[in-house]
């Protein structure tokens, strides 16, 4: 691993946070968003390692926006962001509320953070992810709220946002002992059922195949993305900027032949709402540090 890598990727990850929390207002519009804070990665030195999550309310993750997006920020706002550099990443997330001091919204984002803020003052190289697990989802139900069970954090490599273990948001027995390595912690709270199911397409995709394809347009198309993107998520918004329309075409072509996988959007099941956050640990053999504070 390269370590100075993983750790300026995690500070610029932490100065666009701070910068996200500085600007986002209600009903500012979410591709204005977007757009701001992947362009504040890029100005600092890195590159996203995936679209930017906008997520609203029962809306759990995979909303990142369309490139005609007109939808606006509002009720609780999950923002979830990435940076790379040469491969090495950082993923953060943090939510907002967005509706003027709703009670529901606070509560649920001070249950998230603290789960993520008990969660990392435990984990280290040797620990079973049962006990994160278990620590995550005691800090929940001493809140009164549940864990999404079928979501949590990951192992995180180069070039490989979810690479081997992944760690659970409650016990589920697995015991998996954590290596020397780069993971994520990633909470996630509602006080409805703690499921998603999948929703409409996320306009978010990653590419698992480069067979040739007839079509030119999508040929090129191809060739971009695996150039560009190879192993990371990227999105429709972010081609139709270098192709134009015709880029939605290629893609849906792309898809159908089995080039790319096109993620959902992820829904709480009972359509209640949901709080996310969010950092990345480097462990090493013995320390700790947390890449995006």
């Known amino acids: 691993m390269e370590k100075d890598k993983i750790i300026q990727a995690g500070k610029i990850a ?53 490139h005609d997006d ?4 509002q009720g609780l706002l999950k923002v979830d962001l990435g940076v790379h550099i040469d491969g090495w990443i950082a993923d953060t997330a943090f939510s907002l509320d967005l509706e003027n001091g709703n009670s529901e919204n606070i509560n649920l984002i001070r249950a998230a953070e603290q789960a993520l803020e008990n969660a990392k003052s435990i984990i280290k190289t040797g620990m079973s992810t049962d006990e994160i697990g278990k620590e995550i989802h005691r ?14 954090g990951h192992e995180i490599d180069q070039y490989d946002l979810h690479a081997g273990i992944t760690i659970p948001n409650f016990n589920d027995t697995k015991n998996k002992i954590l290596k020397k390595g780069i993971y994520a912690i ?4 509602t006080a409805g059922s703690g499921k998603v199911h999948d929703g409409k397409p996320s306009g978010i995709y990653l590419k698992i195949e480069s067979k040739n394809v007839r079509s030119p347009v ?8 695996i150039d560009e993107y190879g192993t990371l998520p990227f999105c429709s918004r ?7 329309t015709k880029a939605l075409i290629a ?34 053999k013995d320390k700790t540090i947390i890449t995006t504070e």
């Not at 204005?32 to 759990?60: C, D, M, R, T």
């Not at 999508?218 to 993305?225: G, M, Q, S």
């Not at 792309?254 to 990345?280: M, W």
């Open 14 to 66: 932490s100065e666009v946070k701070a910068y996200a929390k500085s600007f986002i207002q209600p009903g500012m519009p979410l591709l204005e968003i977007a757009e701001k804070i992947e362009a504040k990665i890029i100005e600092l030195g890195g590159l996203p390692a995936f679209p930017v999550n906008l997520s609203i309310n029962e809306i759990a993750a995979h909303y990142t926006p369309s």
């Open 218 to 225: 999508a040929r090129e198309v191809l060739e971009y993305i």
């Open 139 to 152: 800090t929940r139900i001493s809140s009164n709220f549940n864990p999404i069970v079928n979501l949590s």
């Open 238 to 244: 972010w081609l139709v900027k270098i192709f134009g």
């Open 186 to 189: 990633e909470p996630f709270v």
């Open 70 to 73: 007109t939808n606006v920020a």
């Open 251 to 284: 893609l849906k072509q792309l898809e159908e032949q089995g080039n790319l996988y096109h993620f959902p959007q992820l829904i709480e099941s009972s359509r209640r709402k949901v709080a996310q956050a969010e950092d990345t640990v480097l462990l090493e």
